[in-house]
């Protein structure tokens, strides 16, 4: 598992597999939050957990990371940070 998701699901964020705009069929890591406010609590996590994985991959991911509205939710998601399935 990707050190960026185990940190998400750390902190109780659900993640899912999630191919977002422009990703022509390929998916990676996405994390459902309530909406926008929540943003901010992802990023806290990345910052705190970044003990947990290298300072670069966290950058990388950051850096990466897009957003897609779902009804009253969003979800963020990070291109080239593959997801893994639990169970």
Do not use: W
């Not at 910052?47 to 991911?61: H, N, P, Q, T, Y």
């Not at 009253?72 to 998601?77: I, K, N």
Request: charged residues 25%; contains cysteine.
């Amino acid at each position: 598992m990707h050190a960026i998701q185990e940190i998400f699901e750390m902190e109780g964020f659900k993640t899912r597999s999630y191919s977002g705009r422009g990703m022509y069929g390929e998916s990676c890591l996405g994390v459902e939050i309530g909406g926008d406010k929540e943003l901010g609590r992802i990023i806290s996590a990345l910052i705190l957990g970044v003990e947990d994985c290298s300072r670069d991959a966290v950058a990388a991911a950051v850096k990466n990371l897009r957003t897609d509205s779902m009804g009253p939710g969003t979800v963020v998601y990070f291109p080239g940070v593959k997801y893994y399935e639990l169970g």
